[in-house]
């Protein structure tokens, strides 16, 4: 075998400067082809899903950075205003800051809250209030912060007429950024409850304090800002809390007694509407029509009081025969009028007992009354705070049943032995007509509102009554002696209980109602110690929501008596629950009616801030809480009692109201669930 023959080769390579240079890419294009159709298809789909992931990444990262980029470009345009001159007003034109004329809807029960601009106005964004000035001094930066942290970023100036407005949208989208960074959500058991709800709060009392900026140039120059009242901002806040509570009950718990707003249901207690009535008189002062006119039309065409149920006396009376007679009262509608007197007439049977104290349960429906199944007493409170509601409803039917029954029944407790210094236990026997559980005397649960009536019923009988002014007067001087202290490290003055000549540092959330009966008597003639210890007391109430975590109070507070202690409230763990009570807020109400100071204002709006961060329910509605002390995790009930709606909503807006003689205290008294009625004529002498 011969082997194959050897052939020789030369390679030559002949280049041409005109020619292009050979390359291998075709053959190494093929090449990475057929590597790639040797892929399996999962292998190339992974590799084209990561492909495309790196593409979506690497844009958003640069439209990240450009937005960057051009907040900063705008912000050293916007600093450059100093350069600029801001044009002054023309005379005649009024500008507002603040909401826009109307926002607000104006209540109907009187002139006030009327908007104070013309229709030459010019609408102001919402921000500092800062004057509008010809020629500004040259500053390192324009911003006035004279609002609480969350105003003070880069802040609105005037609208000016021809002025500069594209300033202005650079402010509006750098806001618009910041708030949707700031927007949280927190979930709580399936219902969503938003963690940012709290209004943005208009300056606080001590903020509009500071200085407006220095003026140059000719003072006629100078165009005054005519400013809407800061409160016009938190009228509106009051209002939007409504709405929104408002919505829930109409949405999942319409014509029944109360909201759970978590589990979009409802709640019965008596199967008449509670939260509806309570809040009737509520949506008529604050001027919401519609929603008014919604309610009316369920009370006259579904509200019936023919029903086999039966009905706590002092619940009913308060809330309902409260409600309709108030909102008879604002409305002049007869309606209502002829309600309260249904409702009257089936709550007399209470009555009928062999010592004139009434049962606390009465069957509407059957004609008949009973105590509580475990006891033949009644508290105390309850039967002693149902007189406003029926001697103003004998007034008006002119049937003098409902006031008798109710003036027996303090003529009862006024000649009662068993009384502590004007202090009554809580408990009365409907047989004996005699005090029970004797000894432990308390301005807290059951025992509250007997306090409150006896001033109330004084002013409405046109301070007449000396009996009534005598037993109050004894009772706050009994207070004075065996309840108040002072707690140890900040020297906090409180009202605590007394049990057996034991004395306990407890108080009650029910006991801040208060500072405003006290400060009520004050108003009326009472002696001054009577407001002083009013303002003490009051500022006692605010700690109690100021030195919880949530800013919310609890139920129920234990005081410390020792200086060592670090904290002067105490809150043990059954006692940290809230249920949007009212109390404290009505204080606050009767306070700066009476002294005008803003810092009561100040305190109410936190309190707002408060309630619409911890208990506001996205859905609509605002729900109790079991745990004021973790703002993490506060524990909604699940429960929209119906005096969210009907007291303490009622009283921050008229605590906010510039309208002084919206429900003028000198004309009107509020009985205990805040629905208004009027002070009778003094009788002549």
Same mark, same amino acid.
């Given at each position: 075998m011969?082997?194959?023959?050897?052939?020789?080769f030369?390679?030559?390579?002949l280049?041409d400067?005109?020619s292009?240079t050979y390359?291998?890419?075709?053959?190494?294009?093929?090449?990475?082809?057929?590597?790639?159709?040797?892929?399996?298809?999962?292998?190339r789909?992974l590799?084209?899903f990561?492909?495309a992931?790196? /593409?979506?990444?690497?844009l958003?990262?640069?439209?990240s950075i450009?937005?960057?980029?051009?907040?900063l470009s705008d912000r050293e =345009?916007?600093?450059?205003?100093?350069?600029r001159?801001? @044009?002054?007003?023309?005379p005649g034109?009024?500008?507002v800051l603040g909401l826009a004329?109307?926002? $607000?809807?104006a209540p109907v029960?009187?002139p006030?809250?009327q908007?104070?601009?013309g229709?030459d106005a010019?609408?102001e964004?919402k921000?500092?209030?800062i004057?509008?000035?010809?020629?500004?001094?040259?500053? @390192?930066?324009?911003v006035n912060?004279?609002g609480?942290?969350s105003?003070?970023? #880069?802040?609105n100036?005037?609208?000016?007429?021809?002025?500069?407005k594209?300033?202005? +949208? $650079?402010v509006?989208?750098e806001?618009g950024?910041e708030?949707?960074?700031?927007k949280k959500i927190v979930?709580?058991?399936g219902?969503m409850? +938003?963690a #940012?709800q709290?209004t943005?709060?208009?300056p606080?009392?001590?903020?509009?304090?500071?200085a407006?900026?220095?003026?140059?140039?000719?003072p &006629?120059?100078i165009?005054p800002?005519?400013?809407?009242?800061e409160?016009?901002?938190?009228?509106?806040a009051?209002?939007d &809390?409504f709405k929104?509570?408002w919505?829930g009950y109409k949405d999942?718990?319409?014509?029944h007694?109360?909201l759970k707003?978590i589990?979009?249901?409802?709640?019965?207690w008596?199967?008449?509407g509670?939260?509806?009535?309570d809040?009737l =008189?509520?949506?008529?002062?604050?001027g919401l029509?519609?929603?008014f006119a919604?309610a009316k039309?369920?009370?006259?065409?579904?509200?019936?009081?023919?029903?086999?149920?039966?009905?706590?006396?002092f619940?009913?009376?308060?809330?309902i025969?409260?409600?309709?007679?108030?909102t008879?009262h604002?409305?002049?509608d007869h309606l209502f009028?002829?309600k &309260?007197?249904?409702?009257?007439s089936?709550?007399?049977?209470?009555f009928?007992?062999p010592s004139?104290?009434?049962f606390?349960? $009465?069957n509407?429906g059957k004609?008949?009354?009973?105590?509580?199944r475990w006891?033949?007493d009644s508290t105390?409170?309850?039967v002693?705070?149902?007189?406003?509601?029926f001697?103003?409803?004998?007034?008006?039917?002119? #049937?003098?049943?409902?006031?008798?029954?109710?003036?027996?029944?303090?003529?009862l407790? %006024?000649?009662l032995?068993g009384k502590?210094?004007?202090?009554v236990?809580?408990?009365?026997n409907t047989n004996?007509?005699?005090?029970? %559980?004797?000894?432990v005397?308390?301005l807290g649960?059951?025992a509250?509102s007997?306090?409150?009536? /006896?001033?109330?019923?004084?002013?409405q009988?046109?301070?007449t009554?000396?009996? !009534?002014?005598k037993?109050?007067?004894? &009772?706050?001087?009994?207070?004075k002696?065996h309840l108040l202290?002072?707690?140890g490290p900040?020297?906090?003055t409180f009202?605590g209980e007394?049990?057996?000549n034991?004395f306990?540092p407890k108080?009650?959330h029910?006991?801040?109602f208060l500072?405003g009966?006290l400060?009520l008597g004050?108003?009326?003639? !009472?002696?001054? =110690?009577?407001m002083?210890?009013?303002?003490?007391?009051?500022?006692?109430?605010?700690q109690?929501?100021?030195?919880?975590?949530?800013?919310?109070s609890?139920e129920?507070v %234990?005081?410390?008596?020792?200086?060592?202690?670090g904290s002067d409230?105490?809150?043990?763990?059954?006692?940290?629950h809230?249920?949007l009570r009212p109390?404290t807020?009505?204080?606050?109400f009767?306070?700066?009616?009476?002294t005008?100071d803003?810092?009561?204002?100040?305190?109410g709006w936190?309190?707002l801030q408060?309630?619409?961060?911890y208990t506001?329910?996205?859905g609509g509605?605002y729900?109790?809480i079991n745990?004021?002390?973790?703002? #993490?995790?506060?524990?909604?009930?699940?429960?929209?009692e119906?005096?969210f709606?009907?007291?303490t909503l009622k009283?921050l807006?008229?605590l906010?109201? =510039?309208?002084?003689?919206?429900?003028?205290l000198d004309?009107?008294?509020?009985?205990?669930?805040?629905h208004?009625l009027p002070?009778w004529p003094?009788p002549p002498?």
């Amino acid at each position: 075998m011969y082997p194959p023959s050897r052939k020789d080769f030369i390679s030559l390579t002949l280049s041409d400067s005109h020619s292009q240079t050979y390359n291998n890419g075709k053959h190494r294009r093929q090449s990475c082809w057929r590597k790639w159709k040797q892929l399996s298809r999962l292998q190339r789909s992974l590799i084209l899903f990561l492909l495309a992931l790196l /593409l979506i990444l690497g844009l958003l990262s640069y439209t990240s950075i450009t937005e960057q980029w051009r907040g900063l470009s705008d912000r050293e =345009d916007w600093l450059d205003l100093d350069d600029r001159e801001l @044009k002054a007003i023309p005379p005649g034109v009024k500008p507002v800051l603040g909401l826009a004329a109307g926002k $607000v809807p104006a209540p109907v029960a009187g002139p006030h809250l009327q908007p104070a601009v013309g229709p030459d106005a010019v609408p102001e964004p919402k921000g500092p209030n800062i004057p509008i000035l010809a020629k500004p001094p040259k500053k @390192k930066t324009f911003v006035n912060k004279r609002g609480p942290p969350s105003l003070q970023k #880069d802040g609105n100036v005037s609208d000016t007429v021809g002025g500069e407005k594209q300033e202005q +949208e $650079v402010v509006r989208e750098e806001e618009g950024e910041e708030e949707e960074k700031q927007k949280k959500i927190v979930s709580w058991r399936g219902a969503m409850i +938003e963690a #940012d709800q709290a209004t943005e709060p208009p300056p606080s009392a001590n903020e509009k304090e500071a200085a407006a900026p220095p003026a140059t140039g000719n003072p &006629a120059d100078i165009v005054p800002l005519e400013v809407l009242p800061e409160t016009r901002g938190r009228l509106e806040a009051v209002c939007d &809390a409504f709405k929104h509570a408002w919505k829930g009950y109409k949405d999942y718990a319409w014509g029944h007694d109360e909201l759970k707003p978590i589990s979009k249901s409802f709640g019965e207690w008596f199967g008449l509407g509670l939260t509806l009535i309570d809040a009737l =008189d509520t949506m008529w002062i604050m001027g919401l029509k519609e929603e008014f006119a919604e309610a009316k039309s369920w009370v006259e065409k579904d509200l019936s009081f023919n029903k086999n149920v039966d009905v706590n006396l002092f619940e009913t009376t308060i809330r309902i025969l409260g409600g309709l007679l108030s909102t008879y009262h604002l409305t002049g509608d007869h309606l209502f009028l002829e309600k &309260a007197k249904d409702l009257g007439s089936r709550l007399m049977p209470a009555f009928k007992t062999p010592s004139k104290i009434p049962f606390s349960d $009465v069957n509407i429906g059957k004609g008949t009354a009973h105590p509580p199944r475990w006891t033949s007493d009644s508290t105390l409170a309850e039967v002693t705070s149902i007189q406003l509601e029926f001697r103003e409803l004998s007034r008006l039917s002119q #049937d003098p049943q409902y006031q008798e029954a109710a003036n027996e029944v303090m003529r009862l407790v %006024h000649n009662l032995p068993g009384k502590h210094d004007g202090l009554v236990p809580m408990f009365i026997n409907t047989n004996s007509g005699q005090f029970t %559980h004797k000894g432990v005397f308390t301005l807290g649960a059951r025992a509250d509102s007997y306090y409150e009536y /006896l001033l109330k019923q004084w002013i409405q009988g046109g301070k007449t009554e000396d009996d !009534l002014l005598k037993d109050y007067l004894q &009772a706050i001087e009994g207070v004075k002696k065996h309840l108040l202290r002072q707690t140890g490290p900040s020297k906090l003055t409180f009202v605590g209980e007394l049990s057996h000549n034991r004395f306990n540092p407890k108080m009650d959330h029910l006991v801040c109602f208060l500072p405003g009966t006290l400060a009520l008597g004050a108003h009326n003639g !009472l002696p001054g =110690d009577h407001m002083d210890l009013a303002v003490q007391l009051m500022e006692t109430c605010h700690q109690m929501y100021k030195q919880m975590e949530t800013g919310l109070s609890p139920e129920i507070v %234990h005081f410390s008596l020792q200086a060592s202690d670090g904290s002067d409230v105490i809150v043990k763990p059954a006692d940290r629950h809230n249920l949007l009570r009212p109390e404290t807020v009505e204080s606050l109400f009767y306070m700066y009616r009476f002294t005008k100071d803003t810092k009561y204002r100040d305190w109410g709006w936190d309190m707002l801030q408060s309630f619409n961060k911890y208990t506001k329910v996205s859905g609509g509605g605002y729900t109790s809480i079991n745990n004021v002390r973790d703002p #993490d995790n506060p524990g909604p009930r699940d429960k929209m009692e119906s005096f969210f709606l009907g007291e303490t909503l009622k009283y921050l807006y008229l605590l906010f109201s =510039d309208d002084m003689e919206l429900l003028s205290l000198d004309k009107y008294v509020f009985n205990t669930e805040a629905h208004p009625l009027p002070i009778w004529p003094s009788p002549p002498k």
